[in-house]
């Protein structure tokens, strides 16, 4: 009597090669998918955090600059005679508080029309505006 004949069932036998690959290519399918799925997540992810990065810079530009321009023009209760200046631009109050209180540049129309200590601040290829202003201390911004 054949000893290997005892220890095996009688109806047990094996996976065949075939049915072995068929299995291991079946479950790289699934692996594959899953793989997929993960880098096409975080590619999601990641785009929607930069848009969300851009969002929040425009929110923070866009409060900065409403708030200058709805004062635009502002002198409080200081007169041009008694207005302390704190001008970036220029040092004297000759020609500041006169013009107007908002003043835009058009990049494509050349820089000679932007103020000469403004024209060296400004970026090739924008557009500018100028806001003039009393801040909270009297002084024309």
Known sequence: MNIHR???PKNSRGFSLIELLI???IGLIVIAGSVNVVVSSKTSFYSQEEMSYIQDNARFAI????RDIRMA???GCATPGIA???NS???TTGGFITTGAMQGFDFEAGTNSYPNAF???VKDGTDAILVRRSDNA???N
């Open 6 to 8: 005892l220890c095996q």
């Open 23 to 25: 299995s291991t290519v």
């Open 63 to 66: 409060d900065v600059l409403s």
């Open 73 to 75: 023009g502002y002198m």
């Open 84 to 86: 302390q200046i704190a």
């Open 89 to 91: 631009v220029v040092d």
């Open 119 to 121: 024209r060296a601040r």
């Open 138 to 140: 009297n002084a024309l």
